[in-house]
């Protein structure tokens, strides 16, 4: 638990989290998000709750212009993977309701499978603070928890959903959302059970 009362990973399941996604076919949930946040030349990205950074170290092996690349997570434990071959990813340790970047600095934010660890309170201002370090002309994509609409997704679900803070997760943060002046663009789910979004700013506005 974060001081916030978040669900941090930590020891034996920070040292493990990579392989166990792995065996769980996260690649696929990596990959939607890659193709989501279609990165352009010199952009500053953001990942929050990055975990052990798979998602980062990824987009960095799929990309060959350059970007500048930060992940931020409340564990240490899972800090100490990511910076593990990390190439030039900075991994840096911070709670998501409270990010330790100026306003307006990301051109994008990405976050996945990470707001479900949050109680509502802390997902609210982690989605503040997101809106607050994207420019006025990003994009935040959101890859979390979904109301199961295949088989598969049910049973992973049923167990995801004995975490108290995954209920209604998805509905809860497309809201903060939507509070925070953003405008979705693109919606859909992958696996079954994990929902993606791609939010920006309404255009002039
Ligand atoms: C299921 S993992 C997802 C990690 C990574 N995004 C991925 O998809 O592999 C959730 C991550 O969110 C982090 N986390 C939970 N609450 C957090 C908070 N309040 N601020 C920052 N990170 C948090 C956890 O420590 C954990 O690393």
Redesign the pocket.
């Given at each position: 638990m974060?001081k916030?009362g978040?669900?941090?990973?930590t020891g034996f399941r920070a040292r493990f989290y990579s392989k166990i996604?792995s065996v769980c076919g996260?690649e696929r949930v990596y990959r939607q998000a890659l193709s989501l946040l279609k990165p352009r030349a010199h952009e500053r990205l953001l990942?929050?709750?990055?975990?052990?950074g798979?998602?980062l170290k990824l987009l960095r092996a799929n990309s060959s212009i350059p970007l500048a690349l930060t992940g931020?997570?409340?564990?240490d434990d899972?800090l100490h993977e990511a910076r593990k071959n990390a190439g030039d990813i900075s991994f840096q340790y911070?709670?998501?309701?409270s990010l330790p970047f100026r306003d307006k600095t990301f051109n994008a934010v990405v976050s996945?499978?990470?707001l479900h660890?949050?109680p509502c309170e802390?997902k609210k201002k982690?989605i503040g603070e997101i809106a607050r370090v994207l420019k006025k002309d990003g994009r935040v994509v959101i890859l979390d928890l979904f109301r199961p609409n295949t088989r598969l997704g049910g049973f992973f679900s049923f167990w995801f959903n004995l975490h108290s803070y995954t209920k209604g997760n998805w509905e809860f943060t497309i809201g903060e959302i939507e509070q925070n002046g953003f405008i979705a663009v693109k919606e859909g789910t992958v696996r079954g059970f994990v929902g993606y979004l791609v939010a920006e700013y309404p255009q002039g506005g």
């Open positions: 974060s916030h978040s669900d941090t990973i996604m996260a990942d929050v709750g990055c975990g052990t798979t998602f931020v997570d409340a564990s899972m911070a709670d998501a309701s996945i499978l990470a660890h949050m802390v982690a």
